[in-house]
């Protein structure tokens, strides 16, 4: 017999940083390049996107939906012949979403100068279970002061989020009781 109602769910152990932490590298081809010649800003949030899933799924223990993307920032061009390293890790955990950080590097493949970093983004996952219903998810436990700093901006860009999100529906609220319909 447990402590808890009915209707409550276990606590969780939570889980390092480092447990999930991903690192997905591609060499950019031809097929990449836009119609300037450079890698393709799509291409690279696919692998962001990819990198970040694969994080998710990792920290949750099961399938994992990307809900949002914020602040993707392409900071250099990335060409022909780079290869990209995107690397991946949670931020910060929720009841069932979780803010995945990334950082995008680029180096040529034929020189060992050291990677630069070319973009950056913060995703925001929902755990789901087989149904596609929302589940809960292990606490992340930051294990470095950087882990902790990026947990602590995590949950501001949440509070803006979240802020955001309210100040939309409440516009589209009162835009509707005033007779707008678009």
Request: aromatic letters at 4%; a positive charge; glycine letters at 8%.
């Amino acid at each position: 017999m447990t402590d808890l109602a009915p209707d409550a769910e276990p606590d969780i152990p939570g889980k390092p940083t480092s447990a999930s932490r991903t690192t997905l590298s591609h060499i950019m081809t031809h097929n990449d390049t836009n119609l300037l010649g450079t890698v393709h800003g799509g291409v690279i949030m696919k692998l962001v996107d990819d990198a970040a899933g694969a994080v998710a799924g990792r920290h949750s223990g099961g399938p994992a939906v990307t809900a949002s993307m914020d602040e993707m920032a392409f900071l250099e061009p990335v060409r022909v012949g780079d290869l990209v390293h995107v690397k991946a890790q949670v931020n910060w955990t929720g009841r069932t979403s979780m803010e995945i950080g990334v950082r995008v590097l680029a180096e040529r493949w034929n020189e060992s100068a050291p990677p630069t970093q070319v973009g950056s983004a913060y995703l925001v996952f929902a755990a789901v279970d087989a149904d596609g219903k929302p589940r809960r998810v292990p606490p992340v436990v930051p294990e470095t002061d950087r882990d902790r700093r990026r947990y602590q901006e995590a949950q501001i860009r949440r509070t803006h989020r979240l802020a955001r999100r309210r100040a939309i529906r409440e516009l589209r609220e009162r835009r509707t009781a005033e007779g707008f319909t678009d």
